[in-house]
T-cell receptor, first 116, second 114 residues
Framework: AQKITQTQPGMFVQEKEAVTLDCTYD???????LFWYKQPSSGEMIFLIYQGSYDEQNATEGRYSLNFQKARKSANLVISASQLGDSAMYFC?????????????FGQGTRLTINP | NAGVTQTPKFQVLKTGQSMTLQCAQDMNHEYMSWYRQDPGMGLRLIHY???????DQGEVPNGYNVSRSTTEDFPLRLLSAAPSQTSVYFCASSYRAGGSGTIYFGEGSWLTVV
């Protein structure tokens, strides 16, 4: 069954340091997509970055990059030069064929706190 | 461009009452879905739709009903609210079900059932 695992319930990082948020996934499909979302305390879901299973290069969006290791089934989010505004919950999600239909499955999230 | 609009943002219900959470998108997206988020957890899929007239169950469908009479609207109905349905509800849409299309989320609806 498709599953997303985020093993870090919480992380504390000093401002300006880089941070890696872990995400592993389990799927038997060949075609799938991986997403990262940020959820600040206000509650909205903010799209950060996307990686397709057939993409050969790691996705990058500004300070965000996705370290995609297909053989290990991991899709870690790297935030370079962290800022106080990066403090939030971060969710890894996978879209793929689940029980005959395309669905989006979320991990339990990692709460990131950036210290000044 | 309004994106995905959810109403109401906050609602308190008594056990047994019914209500409808509204969701509308103006991007002509085929795929729409409803999620619930409980404290400390990720989002879980309640129901989804791949187009007007087509709906299906997600991971946690019990106690909820949906319909998709138009491309734009995808309301979620709670038939007889229970305290276990206290949660934050998110509506999401994308151009199509699969592929790299960005998934857009509404701002969330905070529901408390007492």
């Amino acid at each position: 069954a498709q599953k997303i695992t985020q093993t870090q319930p919480g992380m504390f990082v000093q401002e300006k340091e880089a941070v890696t948020l872990d995400c592993t996934y389990d799927t038997s499909d060949q075609s799938y997509g991986l997403f990262w979302y940020k959820q600040p305390s206000s509650g909205e879901m903010i799209f950060l970055i996307y990686q397709g299973s057939y993409d050969e290069q790691n996705a990058t969006e500004g300070r965000y990059s996705l370290n995609f290791q297909k053989a290990r089934k991991s899709a870690n989010l790297v935030i370079s030069a962290s800022q106080l505004g990066d403090s939030a919950m971060y969710f890894c999600a996978m879209r793929g064929l689940i029980q005959g239909a395309q669905k989006l499955v979320f991990g339990q999230g990692t709460r990131l706190t950036i210290n000044p | 461009n309004a994106g995905v609009t959810q109403t109401p943002k906050f609602q308190v219900l008594k056990t047994g009452q019914s209500m409808t959470l509204q969701c509308a998108q103006d991007m002509n997206h085929e795929y729409m879905s409803w999620y619930r988020q409980d404290p400390g957890m990720g989002l879980r899929l309640i129901h989804y739709s791949v187009g007007a007239g087509i709906t299906d169950q997600g991971e946690v469908p019990n106690g909820y009903n949906v319909s998709r009479s138009t491309t734009e609207d995808f309301p979620l109905r709670l038939l007889s609210a229970a305290p276990s349905q206290t949660s934050v509800y998110f509506c999401a849409s994308s151009y199509r079900a699969g592929g790299s299309g960005t998934i857009y989320f509404g701002e969330g609806s905070w529901l408390t059932v007492v």
